[in-house]
């Protein structure tokens, strides 16, 4: 890692994470606010495996400042060392950097802290939380429990947006985003407890705005009373700096 990543660099050194480059080869608007950047992975592929909802912290400049976001990847191929990371654009280091990024750019990565533990037993269907910046790891999620019909509350966004869901197995409601993500919360209160019953294996998996991720996470866990092997809860992003995993 290079030494221009700051006390975060310094604390990740001593977790022993692992430091590659990456390199662009492409990139292209999905949407106007969404955009989809493919990179070569520098090695990182063949040392750490393959995992669903796989994510990397890349280092990002700033007002001379280094800057870590996490983003998941999609499409990892490790026998070609490729993948491709996508960003939902809002004012911020990561946003910026995707919006201009050109083939032969390089960036550095960090690998530390991703993981996935598959529910067991499999659920018999999962609800699902999120929004743009969370697309990709909603869509690895999705791909990865193939067997389990799934209910997703997905909030704002364009139109256009890649989703992987199945209309045969996945149900898709859109929420717009208002008052700072307690619409959605209000949204969620109104509709799981009702749906729980009928699912009381069911897997909820939660990855919104910090607020929003805590908010549900605990109404979940202590209001509904699902078993904390059951949830999975993330913040993806803070209302004052948008750029996301």
Same mark, same amino acid.
């Given at each position: 890692?290079?030494? @221009?990543?700051?006390?975060?660099?310094?604390? *990740?050194?001593?977790?022993? $994470?692992? %430091?590659?480059?990456? &390199? =662009?080869?492409?990139?292209?608007?999905v949407?106007g606010?969404?955009?989809?950047?493919?990179?070569?992975?520098?090695?990182?592929?063949?040392?750490?495996g393959?995992?669903?909802?796989?994510?990397?912290?890349?280092?990002?400049?700033?007002a001379?400042?280094?800057?870590?976001?996490?983003?998941?990847?999609?499409?990892p191929?490790?026998?070609? @060392?490729?993948?491709?990371?996508?960003?939902? *654009?809002?004012d911020?280091? $990561?946003? %910026?950097?995707?919006? &201009? =990024?050109?083939?032969g750019?390089?960036?550095?990565?960090?690998?530390?802290?991703?993981?996935?533990?598959?529910?067991?037993?499999?659920?018999?269907?999962?609800?699902?939380?999120?929004?743009?910046?969370?697309?990709?790891?909603?869509?690895?999620?999705?791909?990865?429990?193939?067997?389990?019909?799934a209910?997703v509350?997905?909030e704002?966004?364009?139109?256009?947006?890649?989703?992987?869901?199945?209309?045969?197995?996945h149900?898709?409601?859109?929420?717009?985003?208002?008052?700072?993500?307690?619409?959605?919360?209000?949204?969620?209160?109104?509709?799981?407890?009702?749906?729980?019953?009928?699912?009381?294996?069911?897997?909820?998996?939660?990855?919104?705005?910090?607020?929003?991720?805590?908010?549900?996470?605990?109404?979940?866990?202590?209001?509904?009373?699902?078993?904390?092997?059951?949830?999975?809860a993330?913040g993806?992003?803070?209302?004052?700096?948008?750029?996301?995993?």
């Amino acid at each position: 890692m290079g030494q @221009g990543h700051g006390w975060e660099g310094a604390v *990740l050194r001593l977790l022993r $994470a692992k %430091d590659f480059t990456f &390199t =662009v080869t492409g990139a292209e608007y999905v949407t106007g606010a969404y955009r989809r950047v493919h990179l070569t992975d520098g090695g990182m592929l063949a040392v750490t495996g393959v995992h669903p909802t796989m994510w990397v912290r890349v280092w990002f400049s700033g007002a001379g400042k280094p800057h870590q976001r996490a983003y998941t990847l999609v499409d990892p191929d490790p026998a070609a @060392g490729t993948f491709t990371l996508e960003f939902a *654009l809002h004012d911020g280091v $990561a946003s %910026d950097w995707a919006r &201009t =990024v050109k083939p032969g750019d390089t960036i550095e990565a960090t690998v530390h802290g991703t993981g996935f533990e598959r529910p067991d037993p499999e659920p018999t269907h999962v609800f699902a939380i999120g929004d743009p910046a969370s697309l990709p790891a909603l869509n690895s999620l999705l791909g990865a429990l193939d067997s389990s019909p799934a209910t997703v509350w997905f909030e704002g966004g364009d139109e256009g947006l890649p989703f992987r869901t199945d209309p045969s197995r996945h149900e898709v409601r859109r929420v717009l985003r208002l008052d700072s993500g307690a619409h959605l919360v209000a949204q969620v209160k109104a509709d799981l407890p009702g749906l729980l019953k009928s699912h009381p294996d069911a897997y909820v998996w939660i990855a919104c705005d910090t607020t929003t991720t805590r908010a549900l996470s605990s109404y979940v866990r202590k209001d509904l009373g699902v078993a904390k092997e059951r949830v999975n809860a993330l913040g993806y992003w803070r209302e004052q700096s948008a750029d996301s995993r």
